[in-house]
């Protein structure tokens, strides 16, 4: 999903997608989720994909849900 990002510290990234939801990332965690090498059990995966910043179903579906926020 389309998201901006912004170092925030010598070692964390902030990202916020585009209805405004952030998290803040250590670089290494986001240099996987840029790679798409995030574990997909992994509690960053999912709190990521309950903010609609990557997901692992079909992307309509999570647009959808953007468009309502």
């Known amino acids: 999903m389309p998201f901006r990002f912004s170092p925030v510290a010598s ?3 902030l990202v916020v997608n585009e209805v405004g939801e952030f998290y803040f990332l ?3 965690t986001f240099e996987r989720v840029v790679s798409y090498d995030l ?3 992994s509690g960053i995966f ?6 609609h910043f990557l997901t692992d179903t ?3 579906q999570v647009i ?3 468009d309502t926020k």
Do not use: H, I, Q, S
């Open 11 to 13: 070692n964390r990234m």
């Open 26 to 28: 250590d670089r290494e």
């Open 39 to 41: 574990d997909p059990a």
């Open 46 to 51: 999912l709190d990521l994909k309950g903010k």
């Open 58 to 60: 079909a992307v309509t």
């Open 64 to 66: 959808d849900l953007l």
